[in-house]
């Protein structure tokens, strides 16, 4: 079976820096993959390689069997949480989906919008200016937009960060059980309460993969706690 | 692919509206030029018959034709600083990984911002219609493809300045070595005889500016005629920046590559 992404022996660098030196990847399709790492690992340059915002320097990216240096169709696929928001100020929660749906092709979302604005408990809120919502909602409406087009892969780069535990839980809760339909899932995080037994963790330092294995493998919260700890100690 | 060219015109066409003061400034500052400046001016400058004129023109007539090439490119360096805004802010992420092929993505958003551009020239010359500045009826129609042309033009100028830009607080920038340059090195404001007169070594860069073009193209549509030169001009620069801006916004060749994170 083809995988749902594949890094191959990616190289990447910016400028003199290399961020990533030979870094390989596969993500089987249904998998729920956290990617973790301290600040700086690489990890959202593996997003953005995916997403097809960045070009490896040698190596090759591949969504849904396709090169993303030679096709965006695989990106029809892929539904994206990006760390930062990318949402447009200037719009409404509606007009900000339909947008994001035109970009993706589909010519009646209305149905879809509204089914998600309520799922994530935006509803009310559709002709409110972006501008208007605070951190959590405006994060809900990312992750409405990223399930817009009903993705086989979903990426989502530190997705909860703003949200109350209530709803960063139901968030958790509603990816797992995507992931569980055949979803695929690369999850992008610091916090390890948001991961369950069975999930496929990778560990990132330096561009490279330091570890791999389910969640529970790796010694869960507290292995993993402590093995962050050996990488990444602030001085302050 | 039509789905996501519609989407993003209307994203833009919104935005637009969402930005009344946008609108107003780009009226407020051609009008004043003409009204203001216009009334200085005429005082000082002659102007003899020269094509498409058949008789003798008002100073504000004169202008008319380089005051909405002036609009179109304050729309496109709008157009442009809100590339940079929203490579800033993140928005443009959606954009770039939508997926269709960047450079459509890149059409829509130049198409898109020449059809605003026209909209504000539109309203501009109502304006100056309602305080006597007239064109012959015909050249109302004739102007709009050629506005339209030259939006195209200056929209992929300032998509690619867009892509060379790398922080908003540099825009500032483009408006002293671009936009005053491109406006005052042109014949917005003046013919080019007088400057070959007076100060030869300007009206040889005059010519080599392709602002000039645009200005002349819309001069000569205001009065139903074509000036094929400008037009060869115009397609030739429109293609050129837009191709310079494919290049600016690929993420395998150009600096954009670094500056997404």
């Known amino acids: ?236 | 692919m039509m789905t996501a060219f519609k989407a993003i015109v209307i994203r833009e066409l919104l935005r637009f509206l969402h930005q009344r003061e946008r609108f107003l400034a780009a009226l407020v500052r051609p009008l004043v030029w003409l009204f203001i400046f216009g009334a200085g001016f005429r005082a000082a400058l002659g102007l003899s018959i020269i094509p498409p004129y058949e008789t003798y023109i008002k100073y504000e007539t004169y202008i008319v034709p380089g005051l909405c090439a002036m609009i179109v490119l304050f729309n496109a360096m709008q157009s442009s600083l809100s590339m940079v805004y929203d490579r800033e802010m993140g928005s443009m992420r959606l954009l770039l990984t939508a997926p269709v092929p960047r450079w459509w993505i890149l059409l829509a958003k130049l198409i898109a911002s020449a059809f605003v551009s026209v909209l504000q020239c539109v309203v501009f010359l109502v304006i100056a219609w309602m305080f006597d500045i007239r064109m012959p009826l015909g050249g109302y129609g004739a102007v709009l493809p050629a506005l339209f042309l030259v939006g195209l033009m200056l929209g992929a100028m300032g998509l690619f300045l867009s892509s060379m830009i790398t922080r908003l607080q540099n825009f500032a920038g483009v408006m002293n070595f671009v936009i005053f340059p491109m406006f005052f090195l042109s014949t917005a404001l003046y013919p080019l005889w007088r400057m070959q007169e007076n100060a030869p070594h300007i009206a040889s860069v005059v010519v080599w500016n392709p602002f000039t073009y645009a200005v002349e193209l819309v001069r000569f549509a205001l009065y139903q005629k074509l000036e094929l030169n400008a037009l060869i001009w115009v397609c030739a620069c429109t293609c050129g920046f837009f191709l310079l801006s494919l290049w600016g916004y690929d993420p395998g060749k150009s600096l954009f590559s670094r500056k997404v994170r």
Do not use: C
């Open chain 1, 1 to 236: 079976m083809t995988d749902a992404v594949t890094l191959d022996a990616v190289d990447l660098s910016y400028g003199p820096r290399s961020v990533l030196s030979q870094f390989t990847l596969r993500l089987a399709p249904g998998s729920f993959t956290a990617l973790l790492g301290p600040n700086g690992a690489g990890k959202s340059t593996v997003f953005n390689l995916i997403a097809g915002l960045l070009r490896p320097d040698s190596g090759e990216v591949r969504v849904m069997g396709k090169s993303t240096s030679h096709s965006r169709a695989g990106l029809r696929h892929v539904g994206m949480v990006f760390q930062q928001s990318a949402l447009d100020l200037e719009l409404s929660v509606v007009q900000n989906l339909r947008y994001f749906a035109g970009l993706h092709g589909m010519k009646n979302p209305n149905s879809e919008i509204e089914r998600l604005l309520a799922q994530l408990g935006l509803e009310g809120r559709e002709g409110s200016s972006v501008r208007d919502l605070n951190g959590g909602h405006r994060r809900r409406l990312e992750i409405a937009r990223a399930l817009l087009p009903s993705p086989e892969i979903l990426l989502l780069d530190e997705p909860t960060s703003g949200l109350d535990p209530a709803s960063k839980q139901a968030i958790v809760d509603a990816v797992h059980a995507m992931s569980a339909q055949g979803v695929t899932v690369l999850w992008i995080t610091h916090l390890l309460d948001e991961l369950w037994p069975e999930d496929d963790v990778i560990v990132m330092q330096a561009g490279q993969v330091v570890s791999r294995g389910s969640f529970a493998e790796l010694g869960g919260a507290k292995g993993l706690s402590e093995h962050y700890a050996g990488h990444e100690r602030p001085q302050l």
